[in-house]
T-cell receptor, first 115, second 111 residues
Framework: NAGVMQNPRHLVRRRGQEARLRCSPM?????VYWYRQLPEEGLKFMVY????????ESGMPKERFSAEFPKEGPSILRIQQVVRGDSAAYFC?????????????FGSGTRLTVV | KQEVTQIPAALSVPEGENLVLNCSFT??????LQWFRQDPGKGLTSLLL?????REQTSGRLNASLDKSSGRSTLYIAASQPGDSATYLC??????????FGTGTSLTVIP
């Protein structure tokens, strides 16, 4: 029973390029959450998705960032035209149906470096 | 908005000592609280999940308590070991869709 799988583990992008981060939830989990961890800061919520639906994107920057969770395949966090300030660790978590009664299972994260 | 604070920010103890990590939150209307461990450069490992109706949860040498009315949780680690060295994060889930995280307590257990 594989856990939450994120890839790539490390990603280097030049300023202005696009970054695509992937997350496959645990088997049986249908809720996906993306968090960002900036150096020396806590984890900040970005977006909450269910299959084919964005439920809550209140933590997403208004520009350049988007997320999806298609019917088939992993959830994708896309960052367009990356800037140095996007350098961070991006974590994905999943939980089973039933929402608030369950805790999170986290992936190992993708560490994005913008050069 | 929920604010989560963890004290102390860093803690260094000799091996074998019992220790307590503290977490406080500003809004007591929570569904549950989860303690995580994060090793340097790694992801988060779930340690304990406490529902709002529960007072404590135990797993091995770990015991987490919850006092919802006062907005506090503690993580007790018994007989600490060098392998316990990590950052411990407290996360609180309220009526919204997200967990709110503290900035963590960095624990070093000295052999």
């Amino acid at each position: 029973n594989a856990g939450v799988m994120q890839n790539p583990r490390h990603l280097v992008r030049r300023r202005g390029q696009e970054a695509r981060l992937r997350c496959s939830p645990m088997k049986g989990h249908s809720h996906v959450y993306w968090y960002r961890q900036l150096p020396e800061e806590g984890l900040k919520f970005m977006v909450y998705l269910q299959k084919e639906n964005i439920i809550d994107e209140s933590g997403m920057p208004k520009e350049r960032f988007s997320a999806e969770f298609p019917k088939e395949g992993p959830s994708i966090l896309r960052i367009q035209q990356v800037v140095r300030g996007d350098s961070a660790a991006y974590f994905c978590a999943s939980s089973p149906p039933g929402g608030v009664n369950y805790g999170y299972t986290f992936g190992s994260g993708t560490r994005l470096t913008v050069v | 908005k929920q604010e989560v604070t963890q004290i102390p920010a860093a803690l260094s103890v000799p091996e074998g000592e019992n220790l307590v990590l503290n977490c406080s939150f500003t809004d007591s209307a929570i569904y549950n609280l989860q303690w995580f461990r994060q090793d340097p450069g790694k992801g988060l490992t779930s340690l304990l999940l406490i529902q709002s109706s529960q007072r404590e949860q135990t797993s091995g040498r770990l015991n987490a308590s919850l006092d919802k009315s006062s907005g506090r949780s503690t993580l007790y680690i018994a007989a600490s070991q060098p392998g316990d060295s990590a950052t411990y994060l407290c996360a609180v889930r309220g009526t919204g869709n997200q967990f709110y995280f503290g900035t963590g307590t960095s624990l070093t257990v000295i052999p």
